[in-house]
């Protein structure tokens, strides 16, 4: 895929590359999303209400090198995970 000219540095991801970043992910798995680190199946995020905590398996995009540490909103700097190994990643 091919990166927008507004992507840089500690961006977040937009809605339109969180899309096409799990259409490709489908489509690399026979139409079911896949974690890129295990396998593992997600499935996609909805709308979150307040006070249900969303299950382990939602489909996360994540940072491969993140934010803080000057990682861009490039599609090469994305990865599938779910939330269960994203928010794992976030506590080491």
Do not use: C, W
Not at 39 to 58: I, L, M
Not at 64 to 74: E, L
């Amino acid at each position: 895929m091919e990166d927008h000219p507004s992507v840089g540095p500690s961006k977040p991801f937009t809605q339109a590359q969180k899309r096409n970043i799990l259409t490709e992910n489908k489509a690399k798995n026979n139409g079911v999303i896949r974690s890129d680190l295990s396998g593992a199946r997600a499935v996609q995020a909805q709308q979150h209400t307040k006070g249900v905590t969303p299950p382990p398996n939602d489909a996360h995009i994540d940072h491969i090198v993140p934010r803080s540490k000057g990682g861009t909103n490039s599609y090469s700097n994305a990865q599938v995970l779910t939330r269960e190994e994203n928010l794992k990643k976030g506590t080491k």
